[in-house]
Structure formats: structure tokens, C-alpha cells
């Protein structure tokens, strides 16, 4: 089991960059895929990105190709998401998630077995 904190989000206005962190406890957080979830009240949760086991492969949702950057440090337990040219329709609470994997191949919009407490990201218009 991993429990997972989310960190970093805040205030911004349209255009300008955040970086989101998901810090996980225990020893074995390289045995797990890792992903980001966004959701705006009333609706579902979303997929945001996702990365491999040893971060070699990474998948996005077609809304934030060339703006998001996902991106881990196994040795620090920590997965990151870097938001670039952020719109205020970026604005939601969002989650990290985790699900545990034998293999460094996949990638994998869920689902996900692990998911923390989320953080708000708020752009202005």
C-alpha cells in the first residue's frame, strides 16, 4: 500500500506556471505506475498524465500535450507535474494516483488503485 500527498497548488492567472508534487510513503514507490486526475465540481474525474515505473514512458491527455510535463524522482519518492501556459480552464482540484505494476512498459489512464487528498489549482482569467 501507498499512501500519496499532493502539494503546490494555488492561485495563478492565465499564462503563467505551476508545479504540482505527489510525495508517497514506503519503500517501493519505483513498483508503481503514477498518474494525474483533475476534477471541476459536478463533474468526473479526469485524466491528466500518467508515467512509467522508471519514468521512461509517459502518456498525456490530448488537452495538455505540450503544456504539462509529468515527470518522477524514485529516489525521493516524489512524482511532479509541471504546468505550463496554464488557462483557467486548468482550474480544478487535482489528484495523484497510484497502481502497482510488475512491468516498466505500461502506462495506463486507470484505473488506479491508490489516490490522495488532491489539490486546488485556480487560473485567472
Known amino acids: 500500500q501507498v499512501q500519496l500527498v499532493e502539494s503546490g497548488g494555488g492561485l495563478v492567472q492565465a499564462g503563467d506556471s505551476l508545479r504540482l508534487s505527489c510525495a508517497a510513503s514506503?519503500?517501493?514507490?519505483?513498483?508503481?505506475?503514477m498518474g494525474w486526475f483533475c476534477q471541476v465540481p459536478g463533474k468526473e474525474r479526469e485524466f491528466v498524465a500518467a508515467i512509467s515505473r522508471s519514468g521512461a514512458r509517459t502518456y498525456y491527455a490530448d488537452s495538455v500535450k505540450g503544456r504539462f510535463t509529468i515527470s518522477r524522482d524514485n529516489a525521493k519518492n516524489t512524482m511532479y507535474l509541471q504546468m505550463n501556459s496554464l488557462k483557467p480552464e486548468d482550474t480544478a482540484v487535482y489528484y495523484c494516483a497510484a497502481r502497482y505494476s510488475t512491468s516498466d512498459y505500461y502506462v495506463t489512464r486507470g484505473p488506479y488503485e491508490f489516490w490522495g487528498q488532491g489539490t486546488q489549482v485556480t487560473v485567472s482569467s
Open positions: 514506503g519503500r517501493t514507490f519505483s513498483t508503481y505506475i
